[in-house]
């Protein structure tokens, strides 16, 4: 009889054994995905970072077109500068308010001067 008793003992001691080797066990792997999770997520190179450096590309490339259509329009304007005499003329008169020989410039100011 006494051998029965101990054999219990024996088994209740593999059993709660194994009970926490499995707790360890789980609890390491369920440890191993939060992190796992939280580096996909919030990590330098997870999913959040990669949104913001997705929605600052498509920032960037906006700025880059619109710096291209200005190029564009200003390479437009240096070649008819550099080919076109009465685009020189009127840029002039315009802008810095020349005139001709024998010419006049009116200067209208607004209603309040």
Same mark, same amino acid.
């Given at each position: 009889? /006494?051998?029965?008793?101990? /054999? ?8 709660a054994?194994?009970k926490?080797r ?6 390491v792997?369920?440890?191993?995905l ?5 580096s996909?997520? $919030?990590?330098d190179m ?5 949104r ?13 077109a619109a ?12 070649e008819?500068f ?9 840029r002039?008169?315009?802008e810095l /308010?020349?005139a ?5 410039? $009116? ?7």
């Amino acid at each position: 009889m /006494g051998g029965g008793s101990g /054999g219990d003992a024996l088994w209740r001691q593999i059993r709660a054994e194994r009970k926490r080797r499995d707790y360890v066990f789980w609890t390491v792997i369920v440890l191993c995905l939060a992190y796992l999770a939280m580096s996909l997520l $919030f990590g330098d190179m997870g999913y959040l970072k990669l949104r913001t450096l997705e929605a600052r590309g498509r920032a960037l490339k906006g700025q880059v077109a619109a710096i291209k259509q200005e190029n564009a329009r200003i390479e437009t304007a240096i070649e008819r500068f550099g080919s076109d005499k009465f685009y020189q003329e009127k840029r002039a008169r315009d802008e810095l /308010g020349m005139a001709k020989k024998n010419e006049y410039i $009116f200067i209208f100011n607004g209603p309040d001067q």
